[in-house]
């Protein structure tokens, strides 16, 4: 990554942790072009939690109108990999997502939020574990809710970080 790249994420991080996230925003859309067409947007990126939104649009919807099932669970991969960079950074681990189990709890009518938390118990755990180990497991919960605030989703999010600095392996 260019200088001028660095400056630009290393402000755009800063701006998002002080709750003005545009920026950061469109700058992951073209760090992860998958989620480009979904529009997502960060609305929360905080140490241990991230808040994206999934907007009503056409590509977003299945044949019947409501929020599709897919959709959503990108927006719930895509919160709680954001709350796991926004706790450990993005330049000092590596996740790779093994396994996601998504329960769909009603049909979403409107646009969607998803949120994930990670608890400070388990950043210290896993801060340790990446230390000691150069990885580490984690299950990470993410709800996704209507414009309403009624849970439409949950997923479960298995993921495995490897840490990239001295203790790499």
């Not at 067409?37 to 991230?50: D, M, Q, S, T, V």
């Not at 969607?112 to 210290?124: F, G, L, V």
Request: aromatic fraction near 6%; hydrophobic fraction near 40%; glycine fraction near 8%.
């Amino acid at each position: 990554m260019g200088n001028f790249q660095d400056r630009t994420l290393r402000w755009a991080l800063k701006e998002a942790r002080r709750g003005r996230t545009g920026v950061f925003s469109r700058w992951m859309q073209e760090v992860v072009p998958f989620n480009r067409p979904h529009r997502l947007k960060i609305l929360e990126f905080g140490e241990g939690a991230c808040t994206v939104e999934l907007p009503k649009r056409r590509r977003n919807l299945n044949h019947l109108g409501t929020m599709h099932a897919c959709a959503m669970a990108t927006a719930a991969e895509y919160a709680s990999g954001l709350c796991l960079l926004s706790t450990f950074g993005m330049k000092d681990v590596r996740l790779i997502m093994s396994h996601m189990n998504v329960a769909y709890t009603r049909r979403a009518q409107s646009s969607c939020t998803a949120q994930a938390h990670c608890s400070e118990e388990n950043q210290e755990a896993l801060r340790k574990l990446l230390m000691k180990e150069g990885r580490a497991p984690l299950k990470l919960t993410s709800v996704v809710c209507d414009a309403e605030g009624h849970e439409v989703a949950r997923a479960e999010i298995e993921w495995h970080l490897k840490g990239l600095g001295p203790t790499k392996r």
